[in-house]
């Protein structure tokens, strides 16, 4: 049996250098032979290219889709983040005991009281995406689940973002459940179809034993 992805949602996020980092050490599935890293403008594609000579070239293989942002990153003592450090005010912490005078140091020419602020180094970063239900982040039929192996592998290594899916593996389906690069655990609940439950609970009124022709 052909393994397949049903349900699939993902938030992942990762700079745009680390993608590329990701496929230049990964041991890809042997079902692919090779990823091609393409971008569109903003668009990051990443197609497989099969294994084996028994698919088609004209045959349109799987492929991950994200959408390239950019996201001002800060540097701090921890090294490179998203969020900004607290402010430090190098006038405003003194030994002084006392807090209502004016701090001599700080003042500029004609008196005026000088706020010494650490400038906070930053920069612009490309971001790729992965955001969007099934048909927006895996795309195509072929070497769709080899692919989708690829996409779990790049959650452990993104370290923000969900991934959620459902997937059929040897007759048996699958929960996978991964959260800012960890493998979380996962159930799939079965509920009936309502539609399906109403017609069980509704009496035949047209073949019913219980009403007679009297």
């Given at each position: ?26 041991e ?43 996201n ?7 090294g ?29 020419e ?35 689940y ?8 790049l ?34 609940e ?19 034993k ?5």
């Amino acid at each position: 049996m052909t393994s397949r992805v049903y349900r699939l949602h993902s938030t992942l996020e990762l700079q745009l250098d680390d993608v590329h980092e990701f496929f230049d050490e990964y041991e890809l599935p042997v079902e692919i032979e090779d990823v091609e890293v393409t971008r569109r403008n903003n668009t990051l594609i990443v197609s497989a290219v099969a294994a084996e000579d028994n698919i088609s070239k004209y045959t349109p293989t799987a492929q991950l889709k994200a959408s390239v942002t950019e996201n001002r990153i800060y540097e701090t003592e921890d090294g490179w983040s998203e969020t900004p450090p607290e402010p430090q005010n190098g006038a405003a912490s003194t030994d002084s005991d006392d807090d209502d005078g004016p701090q001599w140091g700080s003042l500029g020419e004609g008196g005026q009281l000088q706020e010494e602020e650490e400038e906070i180094n930053s920069k612009l970063v490309e971001y790729a995406c992965f955001k969007g239900d099934r048909e927006t982040v895996l795309q195509n039929t072929a070497l769709q689940y080899p692919m989708f192996e690829v996409l779990c592998d790049l959650a452990k290594f993104a370290k923000k973002g969900t991934l959620t899916a459902i997937a059929a593996v040897d007759d048996e389906l699958e929960a996978t459940r991964i959260v800012d690069g960890e493998e979380r655990s996962a159930s799939i609940e079965v509920i009936d179809d309502p539609r399906e439950r109403d017609g069980e609970d509704t009496v035949n009124w047209r073949d019913n034993k219980f009403i007679s022709d009297d």
